[in-house]
């Protein structure tokens, strides 16, 4: 059985041959060669992600070193809301120079049509994409979900409360669900365009999700995650939805309806399949700084996660979030072919 479809069986709840493994930014500043070519290239981090040829070369690079499962598109998660009319740039984190935070603010966002029309370089990446990897990887599109792209688009830029939302969310509730109206509408057209171009699965992040006591994100967060994900059903591929720090809210994650739940690394992954049930994929959960670990300490983590899936179907291996850019490559190649070898039917 060839690995090239672990990826996609597991999110299906099938048996596979050997548990599927890849990770969060796979692509990006840990390995030399992505460091490469961003020095050859001009312009900045949102210049690479709009540029077919270099996007696409640096999603392959960790399928050529690592071994991994399954490929992510090269992008960001804010190439998304430019569209609607929104001034992104990166110095070096993302900043918008024209933040939501006003009614006007909100009726001037558009939603385009057309959004392969309005993104252009993306179906042309996942086509290059999906050329490279014939017969190899899956490719996995990508988008944030509809809190987490509102967090940004109000606050202008990174923040550890994003208070300038929840200002708007609790103190003008009707102007926060008008807004979230249009960005979910522009999230699922951005993923249909995704899956249309040629990805054979999504996933969906929501990192700030977990910023929000249950019952809030209940009542303001999850509505919209459910709108989106439910207009990405019966396109054929898997959605995949991770929430981070959500581990004291799990069923409500479940709640909205994606084929895959992504853990992060606060929760028992065995605990956490048990409260879950046996209807619904899961996947992670290492800790991204067990990579500065000594290998034989790396090997025991592997074997812990896998240990606590307890060799049920539908878990896929990951980090509980993005790996860290001064990560030693050689220790994500040794998780990779640890979690392999350990778990190799």
Same mark, same amino acid.
């Given at each position: 059985m060839s690995t090239?479809?672990?990826?996609?069986? @597991?999110?299906?709840?099938?048996?596979?041959?050997?548990?599927?493994?890849?990770?969060?930014?796979?692509?990006?500043?840990?390995?030399?060669?992505?460091?490469?070519?961003?020095?050859?290239?001009?312009?900045t981090f949102l210049d690479l992600c709009k540029d077919p040829a270099r996007a696409a070369e640096v999603t392959i690079q960790? =399928?050529?070193?690592?071994n991994v499962d399954a490929a992510i598109m090269?992008?960001?998660?804010?190439?998304?809301?430019?569209?609607?009319?929104?001034?992104?740039?990166?110095?070096?984190?993302?900043?918008?120079a024209n933040p939501v935070r006003t009614r006007a603010d909100v009726e001037a966002l558009k939603v385009p049509e057309d959004m392969a029309q309005a993104l252009p370089f993306l179906p042309d990446i996942i086509g290059r994409l999906r050329k490279a990897?014939?017969?190899?990887?899956?490719? =996995?599109?990508?988008?944030?979900?509809?809190?987490t792209l509102a967090c940004y688009m109000v606050e202008g830029k990174g923040s550890k409360d994003f208070a300038s939302l929840k200002q708007i969310m609790y103190g003008d509730t009707e102007l926060y669900h008008a807004l979230m109206e249009k960005?979910?509408?522009?999230?699922?057209?951005?993923?249909?365009?995704?899956?249309? &171009?040629?990805?054979? @699965?999504i996933q969906i992040?929501?990192?700030?999700?977990?910023?929000? @006591?249950?019952?809030?994100?209940?009542?303001?967060?999850?509505?919209? @995650?459910?709108?989106l994900i439910a207009s990405l059903k019966g396109?054929?591929?898997?959605?995949?939805?991770?929430?981070?720090?959500?581990?004291?809210?799990?069923?409500?994650v479940k709640e909205a309806g994606s084929d895959v739940i992504g853990l992060d690394w606060h929760v028992n992954l065995g605990k956490a399949r048990d409260l879950l049930g046996d209807d619904v994929a899961v996947q992670g959960n290492l800790d991204p700084t067990v990579l500065y670990a000594p290998q034989p300490y790396i090997e025991n983590e592997v074997q812990r996660i896998l240990?606590?899936? &307890?060799?049920?179907?539908?878990?896929?291996?990951?980090?509980?979030?993005? =790996?860290?850019?001064?990560?030693?490559?050689?220790?994500?190649?040794?998780?990779?072919?640890?979690?392999?070898?350990?778990?190799?039917?």
């Open positions: 090239e479809y672990n990826f996609l069986k @597991a999110c299906r709840l099938e048996p596979v041959d050997q548990v599927p493994v890849w990770l969060m930014r796979q692509a990006g500043r840990y390995l030399p060669q992505y460091r490469e070519v961003r020095s050859k290239g001009k312009g960790p =399928i050529d070193i690592l090269f992008s960001d998660i804010l190439t998304a809301v430019e569209p609607m009319g929104m001034q992104l740039d990166f110095h070096p984190a993302p900043e918008f990897f014939e017969g190899r990887v899956p490719l =996995i599109g990508f988008g944030g979900a509809p809190f960005i979910t509408e522009l999230d699922s057209r951005y993923l249909q365009m995704q899956i249309e &171009a040629g990805a054979q @699965a992040f929501d990192t700030w999700g977990g910023l929000v @006591a249950p019952h809030d994100f209940e009542r303001y967060v999850l509505p919209y @995650a459910q709108k396109r054929g591929v898997p959605i995949l939805y991770f929430v981070k720090n959500s581990g004291t809210m799990l069923e409500l240990d606590e899936n &307890a060799g049920r179907p539908g878990f896929i291996f990951n980090l509980g979030h993005g =790996i860290l850019p001064t990560v030693p490559p050689e220790n994500a190649i040794f998780m990779v072919d640890a979690v392999h070898r350990l778990s190799r039917a």
